[in-house]
């Protein structure tokens, strides 16, 4: 599957951004999909998950009650609705993609470019 990323940008703070993930190729609904974040200077981060069916949602702490994942199978496309936004929430963010809500948190199978959020303050 080929997964690509959009809709970042410039927000101030408290702002809000919805990042997409457009997924190609094979099924999109074979896969759980999750998306992280990367800061200049530091590692690779989770940030939140689905499941295949969208039954289940999984967050990192520090987005919880701020971030909501989701998903539109007819569409194949995936979507991260971030509100209240911080400077500590500047990254580039990665969609990817996995054979569970588990693994792809942990290990993702696939990966897709990123795209830039800035929060100033």
């Known amino acids: 599957v080929q997964l690509q990323a959009s809709g970042g940008g410039l927000v101030q703070a408290g702002g809000s951004l919805r990042l997409s993930c457009a997924a190609s190729?094979?099924?999109?609904?074979?896969?759980?999909m999750a998306w992280f974040r990367q800061a200049p200077g530091k590692e690779r981060e989770f940030v939140a998950a689905i499941s295949r069916s969208s039954s289940s949602t999984y967050y990192a702490d520090s987005v919880k009650g701020r971030f909501t994942i989701s998903r539109d199978y007819a569409k194949n496309t995936m979507y991260l609705q971030m509100n209240s936004l911080k400077p500590e929430d500047t990254a580039v963010y990665y969609c990817?993609?996995?054979?569970?809500?588990?693994?792809?948190?942990?290990?993702?199978?696939?990966w897709g470019h990123g795209t830039q959020v800035t929060v100033s303050s």
């Open positions: 190729g094979r099924t999109f609904s074979i896969y759980a």
């Open positions: 990817a993609g996995g054979s569970s809500i588990m693994a792809v948190s942990t290990g993702p199978d696939y």
